[in-house]
């Protein structure tokens, strides 16, 4: 088991900045996480992702450049910096964790490419 837990969320303006944390605890050992997001009436979809090991990243096309995922391993933490925020990203942020080890990083661009997720935190953009 793997447990996720996010932090950080709240409202900001346009343009402006926001992290958003991410700690995840348990028995099994994770791979990569990764950040997604579901606005209402939308499905979940990919942010961004980090695998844990050697820090490889990946990103959707419409954050790349603004948000920046990190990790410290020490902390069993994932972090995303979200700049340059836009009110089409507010959404519910959802963090998660891959426990297998040969997953694709296409695959980990999906939601079936991880298996235990948090609550998430709400990240609200004003105009």
């Known amino acids: 088991q793997v447990q996720v837990v996010e932090s950080g969320g709240g409202l900001v303006q346009a343009g402006g900045s926001l992290r958003i944390s991410c700690v995840a605890s348990?028995?099994?050992?994770?791979?990569?996480m990764g950040w997604f997001r579901q606005a209402p009436g939308k499905e979940r979809e990919f942010v961004a992702g980090?695998?844990?090991?050697?820090?490889?990243?990946y990103y959707a096309d419409s954050v790349k450049g603004r948000f920046t995922i990190s990790r410290d391993n020490a902390k069993n933490t994932v972090y995303l910096q979200m700049n340059s925020l836009k009110p089409e990203d507010t959404a519910v942020y959802y963090c998660?964790?891959?426990?297998?080890?040969?997953?694709?990083?296409?695959?980990?661009?999906?939601?079936?490419?991880?298996?235990?997720w948090g609550q998430g935190t709400q990240v609200t953009v004003s105009s």
């Open positions: 998660a964790a891959d426990t297998l080890r040969y997953r694709s990083t296409a695959q980990r661009m999906g939601v079936n490419g991880y298996d235990y």
């Open positions: 348990g028995t099994f050992s994770w791979y990569a």
């Open positions: 980090i695998r844990w090991s050697i820090g490889y990243t």
